[in-house]
């Protein structure tokens, strides 16, 4: 069974906007991870934030959570068209992730 | 360092047929995990391995599904007999060690099987 739900289930953008995509979550997690998926290709982490952080940075990825409403927000900023992926967050939970459905995001040049 | 490497990368076969996945996980990582991804969803656990122990099978559908993970490498997918339903992409994942208090680490994906059952 998925995790929760993701939202947008699509997006649309221009390159150099950002992106803001947002995950909720079922169960109790100890952390929680973001991942992209390409077309036809596996699933590549991008970061991981613990359920006593707020927020985390990664380049140009900025991850908030907020365990209180079991949800997080992955926002990219300055997005390439390289950043056309899927993208779906992961509870971590005791030992397995647990996966959402998916955000897909289009970055048209 | 060599990635998960998965095979066959594309398997099409008829249905109530056998077929077989592989992969060969990062090296040194002792968890070992199969999930299912159908179109436009996020991947589904199937079975986890902690080496050579199956921990996790609970929705591996066991009257047709089988995996085994000799040597606590290595490891095999099976489904026989496929039906139409089972037409996904397979995805074997490794990770290493857990993080500290429970929490799954950062997982490693291989490029996934495509299976089409006819």
């Known amino acids: 069974s998925q995790q929760g739900e993701e939202d947008p289930q699509a997006l649309s953008i221009q390159e150099g906007e950002n992106a803001t995509m947002n995950c909720s979550y079922k169960t109790s997690i100890n952390n929680l991870q973001w991942y992209r998926q390409n077309s036809g290709r596996g699933l590549v982490h991008l970061i991981l934030?613990?359920?006593?952080?707020r927020e985390k940075h990664s380049g140009r990825l900025r991850v908030t959570l907020d365990t209180s409403k079991k949800s997080s927000s992955l926002l990219i900023t300055a997005s390439r068209a390289a950043d056309t992926a899927s993208y779906f967050c992961a509870g971590g939970g005791f030992q397995k992730l647990v996966f959402g459905t998916g955000t897909r995001l289009l970055v048209s040049p | 360092e060599a990635g998960v490497v998965q095979s066959p990368r594309y398997k099409i076969i008829e249905k109530k047929q056998p077929v077989a996945f592989w992969c060969n996980p990062i090296s040194g990582h002792n968890t070992l995990y199969w999930y299912l991804q159908n179109l436009g969803q996020g991947p589904e656990l199937l079975i986890r391995?902690?080496?050579?122990?199956?921990?996790?099978d609970s929705q591996l559908p066991k009257d047709r599904f089988s995996a085994e993970r000799l040597k606590g490498v290595d490891s095999t997918l099976k489904i026989q007999p496929a039906e139409l339903g089972d037409s996904a992409v397979y995805l074997c994942?490794?990770?290493?060690?857990?993080?500290?208090?429970?929490?799954?680490?950062?997982?490693?994906f291989g490029p996934g099987t495509r299976l089409t059952v006819l």
């Open positions: 994942a490794s990770s290493s060690t857990r993080l500290a208090g429970g929490g799954s680490n950062e997982q490693f």
């Open positions: 934030i613990r359920s006593n952080e």
């Open positions: 391995y902690e080496n050579e122990e199956a921990v996790d």
